[in-house]
């Protein structure tokens, strides 16, 4: 039994499964042992729960496509009696994966063509994400980037790692670098020290950051020698990834207060994902229990459209009524963001609620979360401290000049696609003209 947000879960003693019952307890709290010991067959399921048919078939048809392996942790979550159980869902595979929607991609997030070295995408101006394994001590169902983790690479080496630090060392624009995989954490401590030293030799690497789920499917990973490691590298930063409140157990707010106790930030992305967490209550639930364990709602990320996952996905319109039931409605830190990471690399897009009613050059109107209906007069106050021509916006090298907050920052006049009929036409008929790429200059 386990309670979240003021509800009881029904979780079984590990020691009640017979295919663990005779395992001594300090092997069942070695993640190595839960990691060499995941149930990657039906017939090791089969000694778990009685599986559906839909699951047979699931557990049969989808090894083409995509890996399967239980941590016998998480397993142990799994309600044997209950085929839509929330942590049975993420874990056991259903023959519904097989089927690809017109709308799936095979790299929906173009990871891949933004990647200017292996393991390396490079996407925004100064941040990066870093693959550095494909193993994950559990493979969930909803995976974003199972055309890469489907496959046995196994750890990156630090040499096979190599190119991505050299363009690191000269890309100075870097400042940001965020450890997946697979899960970075699944990995031995030696070869994640050695990653995280050869990072900070990069002097212009400000932060580090780590994606990882083994606080929610194997807690026992998170050791003492491990926070000892991470310790070393601050400053640090670690998303987890909590999708229910069954999840957080005692053993996954042990795991998640040694790393807090240890100074580093916790923050948590919570996929949404049908059947499993698409409810505004229970979305709520889940976003007290992390707050009390020191862990902060970062984002709610709308299901990608990688093949085979579309019966996971919501509509959009569910994850902006759940913001809508947690703004005003909670505490503000409690709060995540509500993002679609846009197919095509086009990157995460924040969505929330009409707040902005309407505005003028004198008001704004504003709605808050109970439907009220207020004015906000604008300030008559002379220029603002960063004016037209702000020194530090137009001579920090790291002044934002892409995008919108380029032509904010009057760095550009305006955007515009390159392949348009009316650009393609007006470089048809005027190839005397020079265009800077997607730029338009103010006179033309």
Same mark, same amino acid.
């Given at each position: ?5 003021g ?5 079984r003693?590990?020691?009640e499964v ?6 001594p307890?300090? &092997? ?28 047979? &078939?699931?557990?049969?048809? #989808? ?17 044997p ?7 049975? *869902? ?5 023959v ?7 709308a799936?991609?095979?790299?929906p997030?173009? =990871?891949?063509?933004d990647?200017p070295?292996?393991g ?6 100064d941040?990066? %994400? ?7 001590g559990m493979? #969930?169902?909803?995976?974003?980037r ?6 046995d690479?196994g ?13 690191l060392e ?9 450890? $997946? ?11 994640l020290?050695?990653?995280?030293k050869?990072?900070? =030799? ?6 580090? &950051?780590?994606? $990882?789920?083994?606080p929610?499917?194997t807690?026992?990973?998170? +050791?003492?020698?491990?926070v ?5 590298y601050?400053? *640090? ?5 909590f ?5 957080? +157990?005692?053993?996954?707010s ?10 580093? /930030? *916790?923050? #948590? ?12 209550t229970?979305?709520k ?5 992390l !707050?009390?364990?020191?862990? &902060? ?6 299901c990608?459209?990688s ?17 809508e039931?947690?703004?005003?409605? +909670? ?19 924040? *969505?929330m ?11 704004? !109107? %504003? ?5 009220g ?5 604008? /300030?008559d106050? /002379? ?6 021509k702000?020194?530090? #916006? ?6 934002? !000049?892409?995008g919108?907050?380029?032509?904010l920052?009057?760095?550009k006049?305006r955007?515009?696609?390159?392949d ?6 007006k ?8 265009? /800077?790429?997607?730029?338009?200059? =103010?006179?033309?």
């Amino acid at each position: 039994m386990v309670m979240a947000g003021g509800y009881e879960y029904n979780i079984r003693d590990w020691r009640e499964v017979p295919l663990w019952k005779d395992v001594p307890e300090d &092997r069942w709290n070695d993640w190595r042992w839960q990691a060499g010991h995941s149930i990657k067959s039906l017939e090791e399921l089969k000694q778990v729960l009685a599986p559906t048919e839909e699951e047979e &078939r699931g557990v049969i048809d #989808c090894a083409k496509y995509f890996k399967f392996a239980i941590p016998p942790y998480y397993a142990s979550l799994m309600d044997p009696n209950d085929p839509n159980c929330p942590v049975r *869902l993420q874990a056991v595979p259903k023959v519904a994966e097989t089927y690809f929607s017109t709308a799936d991609m095979h790299d929906p997030l173009f =990871e891949d063509v933004d990647s200017p070295a292996p393991g390396l995408t490079h996407r925004y101006p100064d941040r990066v %994400l870093l693959l550095i394994t494909d193993y994950c001590g559990m493979y #969930c169902r909803f995976c974003t980037r199972r055309r890469f983790t489907a496959h046995d690479h196994g750890i990156q080496s630090l040499k096979a790692l190599e190119p991505a630090f050299q363009y690191l060392e000269k890309a100075t624009e870097v400042r940001d670098v965020l450890l $997946s995989g697979g899960d970075p954490l699944m990995v031995k401590d030696e070869y994640l020290d050695g990653v995280l030293k050869r990072l900070r =030799e990069i002097p212009h690497i400000e932060i580090v &950051r780590i994606g $990882s789920k083994v606080p929610c499917t194997t807690p026992q990973r998170i +050791t003492p020698n491990l926070v000892s490691i991470l310790k070393k590298y601050h400053p *640090l930063w670690l998303n987890t990834h909590f999708n229910h409140p069954k999840e957080i +157990t005692p053993e996954a707010s042990k795991a998640v207060a040694m790393l807090a106790d240890a100074g580093i /930030p *916790l923050g #948590c992305q919570t996929v949404l994902l049908r059947g499993v967490n698409d409810c505004p209550t229970l979305m709520k639930r889940l976003m007290h229990k992390l !707050v009390m364990n020191r862990v &902060r709602p970062y984002y709610i990320y709308q299901c990608d459209l990688s093949e085979g996952i579309e019966h996971f996905r919501t509509r959009v319109a569910k994850g902006l009524e759940i913001v809508e039931h947690l703004r005003g409605h +909670t505490s503000g830190y409690a709060v995540p963001l509500f993002i679609v990471d846009a197919p095509g690399g086009g990157g995460k897009i924040p *969505l929330m609620p009409n707040y902005l009613v309407s505005m003028s050059d004198k008001k704004v !109107v %504003l709605r808050n979360y109970e439907g009220g209906l207020f004015s906000y007069p604008e /300030p008559d106050v /002379p220029p603002s401290a960063c004016p037209d021509k702000c020194v530090a #916006c137009q001579t920090d090298a790291r002044a934002s !000049v892409e995008g919108v907050a380029g032509i904010l920052a009057n760095k550009k006049q305006r955007i515009v696609p390159t392949d348009t009929l009316r650009e393609q036409r007006k470089k048809k008929h005027r190839p005397q003209v020079t265009i /800077p790429l997607q730029v338009v200059p =103010e006179d033309h």
